[in-house]
């Protein structure tokens, strides 16, 4: 079935560093890419999504590139700050599950030192 | 402001009761979920509905009930049957059920406390 693997933290960084979070999936045909953001004690948000192979999603300085020879979603910032720690989550959105089901990776939990 | 609605936000229960989880959406969203979240884990679906009166099993439904009467409300109950209820619930919905690149939107979730 559709799966999502993204890399284990936490990922401590210094403000300014340079981000990645990796993330591979497996899926059945051409499912939506997601990450989704968490912050302590709430709920999930999206972060960016990309649709089709070769899009880029990008907010609030985040980037990820759907790599379909890959299977690639990984996400990038190129100068964190302490705000942007919190728990980020890869996930698939696609047929292979019955078209229903997010399926989410476990989340890699982020912390930016001031 | 539309979004998702979740209380209480704390949830202490005795062991040997059932517990409902409120999960109420503004937002006119067909699809709704609930979701289980232990700590350093990701989520695990427990129950999702795409329409009002049908609802189906997720990867996790023992010891897990819901209802859908209203499009707008999709409570859960967990039943004393549930082992290790202890955890973070959070509900969603989104516009579409079936495929679709639509987002899905969260409530700020319940932390559920079996004393």
């Known amino acids: 079935g559709d799966s999502v693997t993204q890399m284990e933290g936490p990922v401590t960084l210094s403000e300014e560093a340079f981000l990645t979070i990796n993330c591979t999936y497996t899926a059945t045909g051409y499912p939506s890419l997601f990450w989704y953001v968490q912050y302590p004690g709430e709920g999930l948000q999206l972060l960016l999504k990309?649709?089709?192979?070769?899009d880029k999603g990008s907010n609030k300085g985040f980037e990820a590139t759907y790599r379909k020879e890959t299977t690639s979603f990984h996400l990038e910032k190129g100068s964190v700050q302490v705000s942007d720690s919190a728990v980020y989550f890869c996930a698939l959105k696609g047929f292979g599950t019955g078209g229903f089901k997010t399926i989410f990776g476990a989340g890699t939990r982020l912390f930016v030192k001031a | 402001d539309g979004g998702i609605t979740q209380s209480p936000k704390y949830l202490f229960r005795k062991e040997g009761q059932n517990v409902t989880l409120s999960c109420e959406q503004n937002l006119n969203h067909d699809a709704m979920y609930w979701y289980r979240q232990d700590p350093g884990q990701g989520l695990r679906l427990i129950y999702y509905?795409?329409?009002?009166?049908?609802?189906q099993k997720g990867d996790i439904a023992e010891g897990y009930s819901v209802s859908r009467e209203k499009k707008e409300s999709f409570p859960l109950t967990v039943t004393s049957a549930q082992k290790n209820p202890t955890a973070f619930y959070l509900c969603?919905?989104?516009?579409?059920?079936?495929?679709?690149?639509?987002?899905?939107?969260f409530g700020p979730g319940t932390r559920l406390t079996v004393l």
């Open positions: 990309a649709t089709k192979a070769d």
């Open positions: 969603a919905s989104t516009t579409q059920g079936r495929g679709g690149t639509d987002t899905q939107y």
């Open positions: 509905s795409q329409i009002v009166n049908d609802f």
